[in-house]
Nanobody
Framework: QVQLVESGGGLVQAEDSLRLSCAASGRTFSSYTMAWFRQAPGKEREFVAA????????YYADSVKGRFTISRDNAKNTVYLQMNSLKPTDTATYYC????????????????????WGQGTQVTVSS
């Protein structure tokens, strides 16, 4: 099991940038596939981005491709989500998630593919 704590959310204007961080503690961070999901009020939690254990493989939802970048620093036990050109439709609570070991491409985009979750950080984008 790994404990996850997100930070970096806030209130920004459209076209602004934010960088979210997720600090992990517990078992070996580099053994985990990591991901970001988000959930807007009244909507289901949806996949945003995922990154493999060594950071060599990344996957993105079509809605954020080209604007968001997921990365990780295994020495710091941290995964990041750089969000550029933010839109009001990006407004949501953003959650960090971890899965022990490798996760298949399709499974990595599913809520059920992850075992551990952070408490979330709110991102609000005004127009």
């Amino acid at each position: 099991q790994v404990q996850l704590v997100e930070s970096g959310g806030g209130l920004v204007q459209a076209e602004d940038s934010l960088r979210l961080s997720c600090a992990a503690s517990g078992r070996t961070f580099s053994s985990y596939t990591m991901a970001w999901f988000r959930q807007a009020p009244g909507k289901e939690r949806e996949f945003v981005a995922a990154i493999g254990r060594r950071g060599l493989s990344t996957y993105y939802a079509d809605s954020v491709k080209g604007r968001f970048t997921i990365s990780r620093d295994n020495a710091k036990n941290t995964v990041y989500l750089q969000m550029n050109s933010l839109k009001p439709t990006d407004t949501a609570t953003y959650y960090c998630a971890a899965a022990f070991g490798a996760v298949g491409t399709k499974r990595s985009t599913e809520v059920g593919g992850y075992d551990d979750w952070g408490q979330g950080t709110q991102v609000t984008v005004s127009s």
